[in-house]
């Protein structure tokens, strides 16, 4: 999985009909320190995540494998909200 | 997903059988302030996307998941037209 | 999916056995203006590509997605020979 | 597979339910010599993995090919601990 | 797939169950002209290569198409041992 930062929403009303009631959030990678890379991707959005928050991303055929994505067009997902992590025992981030 | 926007189409008559009847776009991917990135990718159209068009292209195994393209050997589909999409609440893209 | 001309052949007689009978393309990668990137990949062909044709390839498991390559160790393969594409209405190529 | 050290773990208790009890690990990827790439992954750990540890990391949809990640929105896995690797007859590492 | 070389092996005792047996090779990838790039990959050996031998490197979920990794967490396998390969007619690589 991937770091990221939900940066915004993207609207979309014609899309492929199992798409309907999916959220679509951007998100912005960030590196092991908290770093936005400059790399982005749009995912669905699988357990409620909010503007600036820090996240996971699965990506692939993965990302089909939550209750809200399964079997849809969708190639990234946020899977979980990020509480915090720790590089060689210092916590780097911490909501 | 990635953003891209519909820059032309690909005609090939020599193709998979289960190809048939499938539309081909070139689209070229921008970044979340919707500017060219460079890169590009031939996508199934799923969703009847038009030229200039904002457009989701959804890559890998998930590009099979459309009505359009279900078992086609088809790597990357649009499954999305944009409408609008906004970073930290200010709208960066509107159709 | 990616445009590719077709530089080449590889030929391999120790393989899995499943690969029997599948010709072996070398393909270089072509950007939307139609020159080459100097990426390159092995595709299985599925459609009867010759030495410097355009063709598409699509790569994953959608490279398993033909009647040759099916349930394959293949992760690219040639399922179309591109007769033209144009970008913003102008021909870019044409065979 | 590639070869990375285990370099912290990632926390999230708000995440899809089926992530419970499965633990993840930032994971620095490495080169053939050992030397940090300046990539990262975080990755599910399928085999007990501890800090400073020289690990593989299976991605994609192959990262479900585990007990720990069957089924689950994981495109990384920590899939086996490396206890050495050699290059042209040299040992490169040796835990 | 990608060509590559085989530069080393690779040795785990810690390991998801299904990996045992398997062999793990140290890859190198080379260009179209047989050159190393710089890159490399950890692949399971399905057709018994040998150091410095040059070989195909299937990725993803394909890697899973063989009798030796079926249902493994391997995203990389070696699936044939390459011969010869040649571009606009000229050989570049002979055995």
Redesign the interface.
Known sequence: ???GKV??????????P??DGLK?M?V?YV??EGKETGG????AD???AG?DELV?V??????????A?D???????I???????????TV?YKK
């Open positions: 999985m991937n770091l940066i915004g929403t993207v609207v979309s009303t014609r899309k492929e199992s798409m679509l951007l912005r590196d092991s982005h991707v749009v995912a699988a357990v409620g503007p996971l699965a990506s692939g055929s993965s990302a089909r494998q939550t209750a994505t079997k849809k067009p969708v190639d990234a997902v899977m979980a909200i990020v509480d915090s992590w720790d590089i060689d025992g780097k």
